[in-house]
């Protein structure tokens, strides 16, 4: 476990030479969302490879960079593209990113994704605000020894995404002319889509959304007393919910649709954080 401390220290060090202000705010930019990064002011661009112990995402659609500079006004560190679980990666590794940021100072957390929609009123297109999760995987990046460095043993999870920060969003939505959803994220192993039995089962335990990732990034973010908010691009309609197949296209083109209104939203909501 030690190991994995100088693993946080060395690759935060790497990117801390690089850049000359300490970030403020950490986004990691999901499936569909990698294009926000390009509205970074004078930004700084790391590939994860040169990053030392860092993996290489392979999902389409994920850029594989840190994307680092003024958003708003702030200092901002971008993870254009993130690691998932079912590439292979722990979760330790999956999580290393959020552990990085909060080592170079972030003390907010913005996570996105792409989502399928459970809820059957929900449109493609839609922003959901992520209220609460439920975990599908069966496995929590804390699983082992606790480092006391890192959080405490035990983390509330009461109000993993902060209500200020949803409040906050819902503000800048309504100031902007769009009005957001806010709901439940399920989070399934992947990388295959959901059944449309599962899709059932998750209507049922209260799930409004439905995703491969996020879940462990917030866990960590909140083991690391950093706040959060995560964002959903509901970017196809969940198995059974429509007569169609689902294509990972179809998400990467849907969020693409939606990088106006994304853009839009998220450079006003840093430029009013507080």
């Known amino acids: ?27 990691v930019l999901g499936s569909g969302w990698g294009a926000f990064a390009d509205h970074i ?17 392979g999902v389409k659609g994920h850029a594989g960079e840190w994307v680092c500079g003024s958003l708003s006004g702030k200092q901002a560190l971008v993870m254009s593209g993130r690691f998932h679980s079912y590439e292979g990666y722990d979760l330790k590794t999956v999580t290393l990113p959020i ?35 439920i975990n599908m995987t069966g496995r929590s990046p804390l699983t082992g020894p606790n480092l006391d460095a890192l959080g405490e043993r035990f983390p509330d999870m009461s109000a993993a995404y902060d209500r200020q920060l949803r409040s906050l969003a819902h503000a800048v939505a309504t100031r902007i002319g769009f009005a957001l959803r806010e709901g439940v994220y399920a989070q399934m192993s992947g990388p295959s889509f959901e059944t449309p039995a599962e899709i059932r089962m ?15 990034e917030a866990i960590v973010a909140r083991h690391g007393g950093m706040r959060v908010m995560g964002i959903s691009c509901i970017t196809n309609m969940a198995a059974g919910v429509l007569d169609q197949p689902l294509s990972h296209m179809e998400v990467i083109e ?21």
């Open 1 to 27: 476990m030690e190991n994995y401390l100088t693993a946080i220290e060395t690759a935060a060090n790497y990117i801390r030479d690089k850049i000359s202000v300490p970030p403020e705010v950490g986004i």
């Open 254 to 274: 849907a969020g693409r649709a939606a990088a106006g209104r994304i853009s839009q939203f998220l450079e006003a909501f840093v430029n009013d954080l507080r």
């Open 99 to 133: 552990r990085v940021m909060k080592a170079l100072g972030v003390k907010t957390v913005i996570l996105t994704n792409a989502a399928g929609g459970v809820n059957a009123s929900y449109e493609v297109g839609d922003l959901m605000l992520i209220a609460d999760h």
């Open 41 to 57: 002011s004078n930004p700084v661009r790391i590939h994860y490879s040169e990053v030392p112990g860092f993996p290489v995402s």
């Open 202 to 216: 998750l209507r049922t335990m209260g799930a409004d959304a439905v995703g491969m990732s996020t879940v462990p």
